[in-house]
């Protein structure tokens, strides 16, 4: 029984590579969650760290409430399970079972108690004499997980544990494995780059790709509102459909033209057109998203090329091409003999289940959005949201960036986070509520804001609708709200930003300015605006760039080219904080008592190399003389 919780944890090897970023999870007791991904985004080196295999590098792990960071691993009550079950071959499954027991010096009468149960679980009680070799494939890792259950751990961690085995075993251990879960009622975390398995086993899922979350939920609300693009196609099977399409409106109707043919041309129902959060679209190219099984053939006007029929049982799937284009189209059918392969058929897209993908950041654009994006000015300490003016919280406002004040940028938060209850820290918004979707698990309420275009969601449990229609006020609890900019980088930190600010002092000789700041002197050509003096210089904060010590230089990384290599100020990061593409360094600078922050691009961690120095170009500060 055990809750586990990890708080913004990074895993940066040696060498740089970022292999976990920013991961942020709460696992409850008794949850069977799936890390899934394509092979290297990460997932077991979380799933190492969680067992302590792995040193975190930055974050906090818990496990019920426990700080476990520097927990050995045979203290953290946790059991792992791995693709290779290596069970010694010269003992029996009984003593291969008893091993870890007879380790830890428990009695004799309690290992018996605790093998004889757990070989009832998994039904291996008739194998307990046998040696592995005498045993089938399944049996192997039956036996495999009956020496963790035997320790009673309060977590399990399984590591690809279906992987060695053949297709139909694997289909068979995975039920054999949900079972188990129902019966000894544990946390189990689960890695797997299998979405069938994913999809079929979690109570929730987590895909993962590059080393970062890209959606956490039920398997069902991953398949009906993806948050975007990678999501979309990796989870289903076929796999989604994906063509590009030209959006514009007729008559006030919202429709598509499909791989820049007029002869492919698609309507939105008008609850879809609604769900569009962004009119900036309209007139676009997008990219437009639809399950093979949504799709109908014989009907409609639109025309593919067959290329492959495969009939599986009951199923019809037919491998098509648009027309007019390379891309395959998969449409998946009740079993139909009538279909032949090199035919052109008509099909029609079920438009009440298509998506629509941006094409640059991939985001989902239609439907629930993995996060609402709210358009938003920051002007001062004032939100300003369409028609509205909100202050901004003081403290909230102490971890803006610098970048946050300049230009459009999004208010972004997850539907799920935003409250129709008045509830404490929150950016109280006014929003008119326009329409409900309904979903498996919950409604999605659509909302629109005075003086923008589009709508947002957010979702409330089933059947918990109010008045629709109404103004009403809305609560985005700042804990959980971010500022992004147009390319998706966040430009809020975790830690408060320093101003930068720093006492200096301007002289001049030989055509030459120095300035004296944290013990170092900085010189640029004179260029006559400044007089000398005593200043406050302020460092901007994406101006100055990391020198690299040996050791990166090798990875690839480069340093930047310098007009005078002395240029420089040393500093001591004691934190970071990945922004998108790039982070944001927390550092003490050396010969000051000030501490600053920098954004830096994310190929650099400060974790590899927390002392480091910053070369300051001419114009990475700004000088405010003193009165
Ligand atoms: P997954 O389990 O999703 O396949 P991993 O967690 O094994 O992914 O790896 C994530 C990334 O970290 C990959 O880029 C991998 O090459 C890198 N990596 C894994 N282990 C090490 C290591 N010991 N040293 C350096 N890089 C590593």
Do not use: W
Not at 515 to 541: M, R
């Amino acid at each position: 029984m055990a809750d586990v919780s990890l708080k913004h944890v990074y895993k940066v090897y040696d060498g740089g590579v970022r292999a976990v970023n920013d991961f942020e999870l709460d696992i409850k007791d008794k949850e069977f969650v799936v890390f899934v991904g394509p092979s290297g985004c990460g997932k077991s080196t979380t799933l190492r760290m969680i067992a302590g295999l792995e040193e975190i590098t930055a974050g906090q792990l818990y496990i019920d409430g426990e700080l476990m960071n520097d927990v050995e691993p045979k203290n953290r009550d946790i059991a792992m399970v791995f693709q290779s079950y290596a069970l010694y071959p010269h003992m029996t499954v009984y003593q291969n079972m008893a091993f870890g027991l007879k380790l830890r010096h428990t009695p004799k009468e309690e290992i018996d108690e605790r093998v004889k149960k757990a070989a009832e679980i998994l039904e291996i009680s008739e194998l307990l004499s046998r040696k592995p070799k005498a045993l089938s494939g399944g049996q192997r890792q039956r036996v495999a997980l009956g020496r963790t259950i035997v320790r009673n751990p309060k977590v399990f961690l399984l590591d690809e544990p279906l992987s060695n085995l053949d297709a139909k075993l694997r289909v068979a251990m995975r039920s054999e494995i949900t079972k188990l879960h129902h019966k000894l009622q544990t946390t189990f975390i689960y890695v797997t780059h299998d979405q069938t398995e994913a999809m079929t086993m979690g109570n929730r899922i987590v895909v993962m790709k590059d080393g970062f979350i890209q959606q956490v939920d039920t398997p069902i609300t991953l398949f009906e509102d993806p948050c975007n693009l990678f999501v979309a196609t990796f989870l289903g099977s076929p796999q989604m459909n994906i063509v590009k399409a030209e959006l514009f409106l007729e008559k006030g109707v919202l429709k598509a033209k499909l791989n820049n043919s007029d002869q492919q041309i698609v309507t939105f129902p008008e609850i879809k057109a609604k769900q569009l959060a962004d009119k900036k679209y309209i007139g676009g190219h997008v990219l437009l998203g639809i399950r093979p099984e949504h799709v109908k053939p014989n009907e409609g006007d639109l025309k593919v090329y067959v290329e492959v029929v495969e009939h599986l049982g009951d199923e019809t799937i037919l491998y098509t091409k648009m027309e007019g284009r390379g891309e395959q189209f998969i449409v998946k059918i009740p079993f139909d003999s009538s279909i032949h392969a090199n035919e052109e058929i008509n099909i029609k897209l079920d438009m009440n289940h298509i998506y629509m993908f941006d094409k640059e950041t991939q985001k989902s654009i239609m439907g629930i959005p993995h996060e609402d994006m709210i358009p938003v000015q920051i002007k001062d300490d004032v939100f300003v949201i369409g028609k509205q003016k909100i202050k901004i919280d003081e403290e909230y406002q102490k971890h803006l960036l610098d970048q946050a004040y300049i230009g459009k940028n999004y208010l972004a938060i997850k539907p799920e986070y935003i409250s129709l209850d008045k509830t404490p820290n929150s950016l109280k918004i006014t929003a008119k509520l326009e329409f409900i979707e309904e979903k498996t698990d919950y409604d999605a309420l659509y909302f629109s804001l005075s003086g923008i275009d589009g709508y947002y969601a957010l979702k409330v449990k089933k059947n918990t609708h109010p008045k629709l229609g109404d103004e009403a006020e809305i609560y985005l609890p700042y804990a959980k709200l971010v500022i992004r900019d147009e390319e998706n980088n966040r430009l809020n930190s975790r830690e408060i930003v320093y101003p930068n600010k720093f006492d200096a002092r301007v002289s001049k000789k030989n055509g030459q300015m120095m300035i004296s700041v944290a013990g170092t002197t900085l010189t640029y050509e004179d260029k006559q605006e400044v007089e000398e003096g005593e200043y406050d210089l302020i460092f901007k904060q994406d101006q100055l760039k990391p020198l690299f010590n040996k050791k990166l230089l090798k990875s690839g990384l480069k340093n930047p080219e310098m007009s005078n290599p002395h240029n420089v100020i040393k500093v001591a990061a004691y934190d970071e904080d990945v922004l998108g593409k790039k982070i944001l360094a927390y550092v003490a600078v050396s010969g000051s008592e000030n501490y600053a922050s920098f954004v830096l691009d994310n190929n650099f961690s400060v974790y590899k190399m927390p002392k480091f120095s910053l070369y300051v170009p001419e114009d990475a500060f700004t000088l405010v003389k003193k009165q």
